[in-house]
């Protein structure tokens, strides 16, 4: 089995930084790519950015130039880096694991950020 444990999160103002960690432990042989989501309060949790085994990564429209999600294998962790952070991306972003498949080994428990305006 995959563990992943999420850190990095809390309050920022609008305009501001967050890195998000995503630490991998047990199996991890079996990961093959992440991703990264996040669910605000009354919102469908939703894909802010993905990447590969090997490295090719995937962004939502609304991140892309504001955020890099990236990984660290020797340290089996991902990454994610938000920048010019906005209030209405206040939400829990949670970090996942997938296999080889595609499919959905381990989710993280989540990280709470909050933006203020």
């Known amino acids: 089995q995959v563990q992943l444990v999420e850190s990095g999160g809390g309050l920022v103002q609008a305009g501001g930084s967050l890195r998000l960690s995503c630490a991998a432990s047990?199996?991890?042989?079996?990961?093959?790519?992440f991703g990264w989501y996040r669910q605000a309060p009354g919102k469908q949790r939703e894909l802010v950015a993905s990447i590969s085994s090997g490295s090719s990564t995937n962004y939502a429209d609304s991140v892309k130039g504001r955020f890099t999600i990236s990984r660290d294998n020797a340290k089996n962790t991902v990454y994610l880096q938000m920048n010019s952070l906005k209030p209405e991306e206040t939400a829990v972003y949670s970090c996942?694991?997938?296999?080889?498949?595609?499919?959905?080994?381990?989710w993280g428990q989540g990280t709470q950020v909050t933006v203020s305006s």
């Open positions: 047990g199996s991890t042989f079996s990961i093959h790519g």
């Open positions: 996942n694991a997938r296999n080889s498949l595609g499919i959905v080994i381990a």
